[in-house]
């Protein structure tokens, strides 16, 4: 068990540019979260996965957001036309079923559009 | 709507003093579960604790502990005898079985504990 990794741990890019992420979870771990920190502020929800499928979206996820989970793994999260206000850290977690409640956490993704 | 807050943006103490973080949270479901999260400056999230519901017990981990209290809708960690070490962005998260467990946390609180 090697815990949620993410990639990149940093990105910078600019203003206009498309930015993808990628978030392995922890093996068998069926759900996977996106959630979005801002300077200042605690982590808020974007959207999550059960296995392959997308279930919930935050309206927070604008259209220039999109996220994947193509075969039930690993999770990709890509903005396109990025915006000095995307810069945020980006964190992905997995959780079990039965223990859905327990989220692990990766380390982040550090996005700064100059 | 499930809602944290976490009223005391920054507290500084010095070493070896006493600190108590306080979160206050709202939420409609019976079942759920209340998190402490430590954010040191590397930005990862530590895990801290969890309590659910169902279990009002107050827990005590080394210099850690943790009141629980659904009358006051609190969940409150103090840290005692603080260290230097203890300097992070500390946040308190809620997430509720009807939420589909998403998690809410408050803006959290940055304690800086000074020598």
């Known amino acids: 068990d090697t815990g949620v990794s993410q990639d990149p741990r940093h990105k910078i890019t600019k203003r206009g540019q498309n930015v993808t992420f990628r978030c392995d979870p922890i093996s068998e771990h069926n759900r996977l979260y996106w959630y979005r920190q801002t300077l200042g502020q605690g982590p808020e929800f974007l959207t999550y996965f059960q296995n392959e499928a997308q279930l919930e979206k935050s309206r927070l996820l604008s259209d220039r957001f999109s996220a994947e989970r193509p075969k039930g793994s690993f999770s990709t999260l890509e903005i396109q036309r990025t915006e000095q206000g995307d810069s945020a850290m980006y964190l992905c977690?997995?959780?079990?079923?039965?223990?859905?409640?327990?989220?692990?956490f990766g380390p982040g993704t550090r996005l700064t559009v100059t | 709507a499930q809602k944290v807050t976490q009223a005391q943006t920054e507290i500084s103490v010095v070493e070896k003093e006493d600190v108590t973080l306080d979160c206050v949270y709202e939420?409609?479901?019976?079942?759920?579960?209340l998190f402490w999260y430590k954010q040191p400056p590397s930005g990862e999230l530590v895990f801290l604790i969890r309590?659910?519901?169902?279990?009002?017990q107050n827990e005590i981990s080394g210099r850690y502990s943790w009141n629980f209290q659904k009358s006051t809708s609190s969940f409150n960690f103090t840290i005692t005898a603080s260290q230097v070490v203890d300097s992070a962005v500390y946040f308190c998260a809620l997430s509720e079985r009807g939420s589909n467990y998403k998690l809410t946390f408050g803006k959290g609180t940055l304690l800086t504990v000074n020598p």
């Open positions: 309590r659910n519901s169902f279990d009002e």
């Open positions: 977690a997995s959780s079990s079923a039965g223990t859905y409640y327990e989220q692990y």
């Open positions: 939420t409609r479901d019976t079942t759920y579960y």
